[in-house]
């Protein structure tokens, strides 16, 4: 069976820009959730989304956004990207709350 | 505010040795706990995760170990081995209801290295 699954792998933006990153979960999974991880640090909560709704939003400013669809895919839309969004995003899916899977992350740099 | 705290960064072990790794929270309200493994280039692999109601959980070489009044939990691996050497994450959840169900607070990480 197939994991959760995130697509692109690697992106290069530059200020300012806009994103949209797309992630799959695991079949069957209908809890989607985001992180942020920098460099030498744990994962950060982003959101978490529960059968479309949003049911939990981390300490991250407006510019980012998510959405959940039907088939339970989910995207991150982060606007107006700063430096500081450089950072590899991961996405996870549950069955229910925990445990969650993790895929392998989208790598955003921003020049 | 650094809810959940992996105070060692590194860790190195011979072989066939026991690996212990450590981790701190502060949150009274977390009641689930997981560790996670990562390899570079991979996301985090769910390795093992133990209930509030639980002191320690077994699964293979993998053992956690929850002391809920010293707010500590730590993962033992036995015996290590050179396919173990990653980065090792706790990571803690809420009750339901709370401000952090759902969501998953983590460490900052512990490279653990085995030599063979």
């Known amino acids: 069976d197939a994991g959760v699954t995130q697509s692109p792998t690697h992106l290069i933006k530059t200020r300012g820009q806009h994103v949209t990153l797309r992630c799959s979960p695991i079949s069957g999974h209908k809890s989607v959730s985001w992180y942020q991880q920098v460099l030498g640090q744990g994962p950060q909560f982003i959101f978490q989304y529960y059968e479309k709704e949003e049911r939990g939003r981390g300490n991250f400013p407006d510019r980012f956004s998510a959405r959940q669809f039907p088939n339970y895919s989910s995207e991150l839309n982060v606007n107006a990207l700063l430096l500081g969004d450089s950072a590899l995003y991961l996405c996870a899916s549950s069955l229910g709350s925990q445990p969650q899977h993790f895929g392998d992350g989208t790598r955003l740099s921003i020049l | 505010d650094q809810q959940v705290k992996q105070n060692s960064p590194s860790l190195s072990v011979q072989e066939g040795r026991i690996s212990i790794l450590n981790c701190d929270y502060t949150n009274s309200m977390f009641d689930y706990f997981l560790w996670y493994k990562k390899y570079p280039a991979e996301g985090p692999t769910f390795l093992i995760s133990?209930?509030?109601?639980?002191d320690k959980n077994e699964d293979g070489r993998f053992t956690v170990f929850l002391n809920k009044s010293a707010k500590h939990l730590s993962l033992h691996i036995v015996p290590s081995q050179p396919g173990d050497s990653a980065v090792y994450f706790c990571a803690a959840s809420g009750k339901r209801g709370g401000t952090s169900y759902g969501k998953l607070t983590f460490g900052q990480g512990t490279i653990l290295t085995v030599h063979p």
């Open positions: 133990i209930s509030s109601i639980k």
